[in-house]
């Protein structure tokens, strides 16, 4: 709550989120155990979640639109999508060799992909079948951690608004 400057609700039973999205009323997060989970924070037992995916190497982007669901698995190096039409789907890899994908966001159609390993921005088609280079020159932190090191881990985000992209290491 940023008028009394305090947290809202903390879902601290939750281990090691990696990132959360809002969908509709529910939240999606992925963790270090390798899932994407669903949970809605207005039921009874909030902490009852819906497993969209698991066996993951270390998702971290999530990116949502009309029903599907990516999301960059960062030790793979893919962009696997998860929902498919509001459906839980057994991972679809839409694109590989992403060299540690971080942050992505949906944009005219296409996924933005911050390759933390290579300090670039991609652009891919949703069908993975170009990519083309949009920025470069970024530098982040990339590769396998312990989870204690991953608490202070710089990662990659990114928030499209309008025609701008903007580009956090947190």
Do not use: H
């Amino acid at each position: 709550d940023q008028e009394n400057d305090s947290m809202v609700v903390n879902f601290d039973k939750f281990k090691a989120p990696t990132n959360a999205i809002a969908i509709e009323e529910d939240i999606v997060f992925c963790d270090m155990q390798g899932t994407v989970q669903q949970f809605s924070p207005k039921t009874k037992d909030p902490y009852k979640t819906k497993t969209l995916a698991s066996g993951l190497k270390q998702p971290f982007g999530l990116a949502y639109d009309n029903g599907n669901l990516y999301v960059s698995d960062e030790l793979s190096n893919n962009i696997v999508q998860v929902l498919e039409r509001g459906k839980v789907i057994e991972p679809k890899v839409i694109a590989s060799d992403i060299n540690s994908p971080q942050g992505i966001a949906l944009y005219n159609g296409e996924l933005l992909v911050v390759e933390a390993g290579t300090g670039k921005l991609l652009s891919v088609s949703l069908t993975g079948s170009t990519s083309r280079v949009v920025a470069e020159g970024m530098s982040f932190v990339n590769g396998v951690k312990s989870f204690a090191e991953t608490l202070t881990w710089p990662r990659a985000s990114i928030n499209v608004s309008g025609n701008n992209a903007f580009i956090a290491g947190t």
